[in-house]
């Protein structure tokens, strides 16, 4: 791929939340209760800091724990923290979960529009009338989320290499913005003459900020792949990964619980199983054995 810039980077490291991280958990005795440390990434949340504060109350209210949230900027840094033990569980990203599996256990799905499953958006300026398909965007400027995206890198990629074309020799230039909500912005303002971004992202982005969106439209969209999971770290003992999980499936159950579900645009969350990866799994054997 073309020399990749990382704009931005040190700007969304130095906003990102400051919250604390938990070595371990603290297993409750008497009146002391288990801390659950819980990653995400920027996608949308990342100014939606009253959200995340309500979900963990009402996460750690039915878990009987302290839940806290902990937002990196991207799913490299949160799969460190998941193999060294700070986070309990983590929301990522299915490319890096399947790559990852002695690290990360599938504790949860969340489901979006009646199902499990999610797409990728390619989304051009509004005013372009002609492009339907990455392949139509040699030599031009070219916006990923992150490199561990499935829909921000992955997607792309392999559409790419599927259609014979050597990644690295196709853009003019091209960037991780290391946000879904970036591409959008960096499509918009002129930056990007193209961008990839997880659909579920722009939907609620159009859906809740339709100012951010109206200079933008999808100009093609993926099949559906399985949707970015929570999983818990490999080690988290049985009882408690159980007891997140049930209080996770539960939310659309209770009031609040359904209230945060609408707030995040999902319908809730399910078990799911590991095949719903399967997709995935087979953009990975793509990307290994094409072309870079």
């Known amino acids: 791929m073309s020399p990749i810039l990382n704009i931005g980077r040190r700007r969304f490291l130095s906003s990102a939340l ?20 819980f990653g995400t990434t920027a996608v949308f949340l990342d100014n939606e800091i009253s959200l995340l504060t309500r979900w963990a109350k009402e996460l750690g209210g039915v878990c009987g724990a302290n839940v806290r949230f902990v937002q990196r900027n991207n799913y490299r840094e949160i799969h460190e923290l998941l193999a ?17 599996p ?6 949860a799905i969340p489901d979006y529009q009646g199902e499990p499953l999610y797409r990728s ?15 139509q965007l040699r030599n031009r400027v070219f916006a990923f989320s992150d490199p561990q995206s499935n829909s921000g890198y992955l997607v792309p990629t392999t559409e790419l290499i599927r259609s014979g074309v050597r990644p690295s020799a196709f853009f003019r230039k091209a960037f991780f913005t290391y946000a879904h909500r ?19 992202v722009f939907d609620t982005i159009e859906k809740r900020y339709p100012d951010r969106t109206r200079d933008v439209k999808v100009a093609w969209r993926s099949p ?18 159980r007891r997140i999980q049930r ?38 054997k793509i990307l290994n054995a094409g072309p870079r």
């Open 121 to 135: 958006y390619l989304i051009v300026p509004k005013s372009d009338a002609r492009t339907t398909h990455i392949t």
């Open 18 to 37: 400051s919250l604390p991280l938990l070595s371990s958990l603290r297993f409750a005795s008497g009146s002391e209760r288990t801390s659950i440390a």
């Open 182 to 200: 970036k591409v959008v912005d960096a499509v918009s303002s002129g930056l990007a003459d193209a961008g990839e971004i997880d659909g579920y």
């Open 247 to 284: 209080a996770l499936v539960d939310m659309r159950e209770r009031p609040e619980g359904r209230d945060i579900l609408q707030q995040l645009n999902l319908d809730g969350f399910v078990e799911g199983a590991e095949s719903v990866f399967d997709g995935i799994r087979g953009l990975v």
């Open 84 to 100: 060294t033990n700070r986070l309990e569980v983590a929301w990522v990203c299915g490319y890096p979960y399947v790559t990852h």
């Open 224 to 241: 559906k792949y399985g949707f970015p999971p929570i999983v818990a770290r490999q080690n988290l003992d049985e009882e408690t990964f």
């Open 102 to 107: 002695q690290t990360m256990r599938l504790l």
